[in-house]
């Protein structure tokens, strides 16, 4: 059993890092996507129920100087009771008189929420002094933010300092989003497949290199599937490409090669004379694209050769969607993959997706409870899988 399932909150005041960094309607500020709230939920519920009180500490945002309305945490306060059945008190503040006194106050079983921690500019740099005034707030340290631990801020990361060993330590959402990485990682059954789309080959280098080391194959699709092709001579029209990455394409493929690892390009894409929901559309070979075209999701074939992969592998990771999902007329690349990601779970593989593009696509296409693992992590997870330490899970680690 972990350290937190075994800790008894009783009496016990918990400072929770939670990731509430939530999309909110512009108008309205209503939550338009509340997976990362749900996903902490049992872990506030454990402490409640153990008869501890509740501090929830998060960032929403990335406000420049000091408070901004749209930006407030507040927003946030009538849907995490509604999903707690309990009513979350709020502090207009984070740290100071506000705070302290309704934190101290806090009873068994009562939540409080602190205003966003980026309204001070001492939590991005790591405020050590910052850091220590959050501290004073609990009894306990507990990280729940996954989605947050790539970042070295004052509440993901110094906090945990002002704590002694056996009053910080990972929420459960932590803890299985560590596991479901950590097992793709370090101990996927093979054949393991990855499958990496988006734009830019930029984000994806670190990711692609040190997947090189593991997987079996790799599926490359989306925009920067079109470096690719024109790094190998391919006639790519109008579409993405990052011509200042052609070498680097060249070095991936040359190493993919060397390892013995099978990249898998789409070989065809659907085609469209303009960037637009209404363009017009045909199919082409993706290293044959007329000019004054471009390739905005993975062709039909294309769809065949990666559900043939994807189905015969026992894990499966996915950061980034294959096209244009958001449009109608793009979508179905990304939808075959979900497709096939669903059933090869089915039929007994291990499937982690993560990276928000991704995560929206399963939610898009009702597949997120179909997968074994979605992520709450975008640039967490990119950067867990690019093989780096995340500070979050190093502070408490120490
Ligand atoms: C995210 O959504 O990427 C995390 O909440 C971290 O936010 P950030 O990218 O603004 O640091
Ligand atoms: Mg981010």
């Not at 008869?51 to 507040?74: A, C, F, Q, T």
């Not at 933010?145 to 906090?159: C, E, K, L, P």
């Not at 790094?231 to 390892?259: M, P, V, W, Y």
């Not at 004379?273 to 004054?292: E, H, V, W, Y």
């Amino acid at each position: 059993m972990s350290t937190f399932s075994q800790y008894n909150f009783k009496g016990q005041k918990a400072l929770i890092r939670v990731d509430f960094n939530v999309p909110l309607d512009k108008k309205t500020f209503a939550i338009t996507d509340d997976t990362r709230i749900k996903a902490a939920v049992p872990t506030i519920k454990k402490i409640l129920g153990d008869g501890g009180s509740v501090i929830l500490m998060s960032h929403l945002g990335r406000p420049k100087e000091g408070p901004e309305d749209k930006y407030s945490l507040k927003h946030l306060v009538g849907h995490i009771s509604e999903l707690l059945g309990t009513n979350v008190q709020f502090a207009n503040d984070c740290i100071g008189k506000e705070a302290v006194d309704k934190a101290a106050a806090l009873k068994p079983g009562e939540v409080l929420l602190l205003e966003n921690l980026r309204f001070y500019k001492e939590e991005e740099k790591g405020d050590a002094g910052f850091a220590e005034k959050l501290s004073k707030l609990g009894d306990v340290y507990v990280n729940d933010a996954f989605g947050t631990a790539h970042r070295a801020h004052a509440s993901t990361a110094v906090i945990a300092q002002f704590f002694p060993r056996d009053k910080k330590m990972f929420g459960l959402l932590m803890e299985s989003e560590v596991s479901s990485a950590e097992k793709v990682m370090n101990n996927a059954e093979k054949p393991f497949v990855a499958i990496i789309g988006g734009a830019k080959v930029s984000d994806k280098i670190l990711i692609i290199e040190n997947l090189l080391e593991r997987a079996t194959d790799i599926i490359i699709g989306g925009g920067m599937a079109y470096t690719f092709e024109k790094a190998q001579g391919g006639k790519i029209g109008n579409s993405l490409c990052e011509d200042d990455r052609l070498d680097t394409a060249r070095e991936l493929l040359k190493k993919a090669e060397a390892k013995g690892v099978c990249l898998h390009f789409p070989s065809d894409s659907v085609i469209a004379d303009k960037f637009d929901a209404a363009a017009l559309t045909s199919n082409a070979p993706s290293n044959n694209i007329p000019d004054g075209w471009m390739g905005l999701d993975v062709g039909p074939n294309a769809c065949q050769q990666f559900v043939n992969v994807i189905k015969r592998s026992k894990t499966i990771l996915w950061n980034g969607p294959m096209g244009v999902f958001e449009m109608e007329k793009f979508q179905h690349g990304t939808k075959s993959v979900a497709t096939a990601v669903a059933e090869a779970t089915q039929d007994g593989a291990f499937s982690l997706v993560g990276g928000g593009d991704s995560v929206a696509a399963v939610n898009q296409f009702g597949f997120n409870d179909q997968v074994s693992y979605v992520s709450t992590g975008g640039g967490a997870m990119l950067e867990f899988f690019e093989g780096k330490e995340l500070p979050g899970i190093a502070a408490i680690n120490k």
